[in-house]
């Protein structure tokens, strides 16, 4: 098929990739083997000290290693067999990583378990991937005893976030935390047993299970593109195939030479693929950070520990660059970073480049495809507003939102993007309809996105189509108009929302926008600006002023919270006025 995008590689990066036979267990013991007495981790965690004092840990690849083999003898002795589910409750820790490849070397599956989710949402996740094992932080205890005779979970692994750390580090946090409100004590009680035990129990000697490349790893939960959450099945062909093309990209990437900022958290696909399997593939220190926020603590490990690359969502890199003392801070180690999740304005990308002289460029991805798809060169040309082109052996298209036929690369023609290639997941589980729908008979898979692409080959997200807006007739895509309110001096973030209208029965353009600091700009002044940019039915006929945006944990933020809310009030007017 057409390829425009091929001559926009950046020199080094291949048209195509050989993939090894092999299995994500197999990448961890090359890399033990390989950069054995290297650092594999690095855990930071003066952000649960109020900042007092800093403590953490290390761990060499060869330990890693050996800590999964334990835990892997540990879940098989537990009675975890080749095909079950496993699911995984939390933070970015080396627990995380440790359970994760445990799971993968006795051939089960991962499920990734979101830790902010309420007890009704993880009892719908553990019911419907029948996992019957669940390793949790024992902060999330509570959660999981409130629903769990309604789960299939047969036995419960808690970790404490000490566990895995050396003399006196595991005193000193053991000691801070059982004196914040949220510790939680877990009492020993049948199939339940404890993380740390469980690695002093048993050997480095797990079973030989026979495994395949095109097994299923991992169920990982997303809304897709329709519908209820359900689990993407990924193999390990899947995320190891996505693995390597994240890692073609970079060209200058240097084995067991790099430091990955893992700020974004590994319960994503998006932060366990590059953050954690990219930088083991590599040989990287992984600077494990457990929660991003403040912005401060991330600007303080990574001048602490130099880290190199630092992947992670536009909201990262707005809070670094508009930070009152970022100044105080050396970031010049960051040598690249690739944002992902929301649109990425260019004005970001080049003000973070010139606070730490990396390059910073904009890439998409979803679940469904493991989830990297389309990347920015990274030191190449790197167009505003575009998502960038596909990485090599990912195929794309833009096909009519009508007819499904294919449409130009002509830079106007807007329609579905459609990839294919080697890290499109296996399908829904349990959801054969859906799947189908998802994935066609050629192996397409319908994102849901309405795209542009430009003669060059490069794709422009023009927005998805369950958020299209249609207002007195017109149809408005929000990315449009956040594009202009970005553009805005006064305007640090921003989201538009398609509001029901109360009388007209079709949707109000509504632009929620949090002010740069210092900045108070009024309503009028950005209608007024926005009638500079934008045709007459595209301006916001509301706007409303915010502290901050409602966000998931990896930072996209929640359009539907805020049409929710709007929704809410408006129901709470009419009873009022009814009542009166």
Partial sequence: MEKPWLPSYEKGVPQSLTYPNQTLSDMLQTAARTYGDKPATSFVLKYMLGGRFTVGGKLTYKQLNELVDRMATALYQLGVRKGERVAVMLPNSPHYIISFFAAMRIGAIVVNVNPTYTSRELQHQLADAGAETIILLNLFWPKLREVRPETPVKRVIVTHIFDTLGFPSSLLVKSAQRRTPEWVDVRPEQDTFFFAHLLEKYGPTPPKVNLDPDDTALFQYTGGTTGLPKAAMLSHRNLIANTLQINAWLVDGRPGGEKMMAAIPFFHVYGMTVAMMYAIYLGMEIIIV?????????????????????????????GIINHPKVADYDLKSVKACISGSAPLPMDVQERFGQITGGRLVEGFGMTEASPVTHCNPVYGTRKSGSIGVPLPDTEAKIIDLESGEPLSFDGESQGELCVRGPQVMKGYWNRPDETAATIDAEGWLHTGDICKVDQDGYFFIVDRKKDMII????????????????????????VVAGIPHPTRGDDTVKAYIVPKPGEQPTAEEIKEFCKLHLAEYKIPRAVEFRSELPKTMVGKVLRRVLVEEEKAKQKAGKEEATAA
């Fill in 290 to 318: 457990p929660n991003p926020r403040p912005i401060d603590n991330v600007m303080s490990i990574m001048q602490k520990e130099r880290a190199t690359l630092y992947p992670g969502v536009p909201a990262m890199y707005i």
């Fill in 471 to 494: 207002a007195s007739g017109f149809k408005v895509l929000p990315r449009d108009v956040e594009e202009v309110l970005f553009m805005h001096p006064k305007v640090m973030e921003a």
